[in-house]
């Protein structure tokens, strides 16, 4: 059984940082990409970053280029998203999702989110 | 970018009707569009990918159509557990976007 399971969430200031963690399990985690997808209270979703399965691509999002990082680590089925110079408007639920390709793709499989905060 | 949008942007509707969600992108996207439904306080889940593709588990009464820029979601006879939000996606190119979103509520 496929299961994504986020971490690293919380309340954190205007500028601050913040890492996210996403570990994934029942499916051969370096063969898949894998995007971060928020959504801001009461709004719709919102695609973040991907990564390629082997990690050596990636993309952004505008509103995000240049503060955030996706990054994985395969020896340990692991997702990452370094969050810097956070904003208020950065205030949601991130999800991790598996790709089954980032172009021509869809999101099958979710994470549970976790809540990011951003306030003073 | 390519701007993803939906309508109507909500819908009131009984059990067992059949209820028709379009889609539209600002430009052609061949048939790369997915379908998700949304429940409250819950991750979103995968029903049609590739604009015309059922994923596995999902019920039959689900179908997508459309390719280009113009794309629909119909459910054939909604049910209770069908009452949701529904987004369209495009994963032709990136930014990957996402429609905004109809909320199905009941009548």
């Known amino acids: 059984e496929v299961q994504l399971l986020e971490s690293g969430g919380g309340l954190v200031q205007p500028g601050g940082s913040l890492r996210l963690s996403c570990a994934g399990t029942?499916?051969?985690?370096?063969?898949?990409?894998m995007s971060w997808v928020r959504q801001a209270p009461g709004k719709g979703l919102e695609w973040v970053s991907a990564?390629?399965?082997?990690?050596?691509?990636?993309y952004y999002a505008d509103s995000v280029k240049g503060r955030f990082t996706i990054s994985r680590d395969n020896s340990k089925n692991t997702l990452y998203l370094q969050m810097n110079s956070l904003r208020a408007e950065d205030t949601a639920v991130y999800y991790c999702?598996?790709?089954?390709?980032?172009?021509?793709?869809?999101?099958?499989?979710w994470g549970q989110g976790t809540l990011v905060t951003v306030s003073s | 970018d390519i701007q993803m949008t939906q309508s109507p942007s909500s819908l009131s509707a009984s059990v067992g009707d059949r209820v028709t969600i379009t889609c539209r992108a600002s430009?052609?996207?061949?048939?790369?569009l997915n379908w998700y439904q949304q429940k409250p306080g819950k991750a979103p889940k995968l029903l049609i990918y590739?604009?015309?593709s059922l994923q596995s588990g999902v019920p039959s009464r689900f179908s997508g159509s459309g390719s280009g820029t113009d794309f629909t979601l119909t459910i054939s006879s909604l049910q209770p557990e069908d009452f949701a939000t529904y987004y369209c996606?495009?994963?032709?190119?990136?930014?990957?976007?996402f429609g905004g979103g109809i909320k199905v509520e009941i009548k």
């Open positions: 999702a598996k790709n089954l390709a980032i172009y021509g793709g869809y999101f099958d499989y």
């Open positions: 029942g499916f051969t985690f370096s063969r898949y990409a």
């Open positions: 990564i390629s399965g082997s990690g050596d691509s990636t």
């Open positions: 430009q052609s996207i061949s048939n790369y």
């Open positions: 590739a604009a015309s």
């Open positions: 996606q495009q994963s032709f190119t990136t930014p990957l976007t």
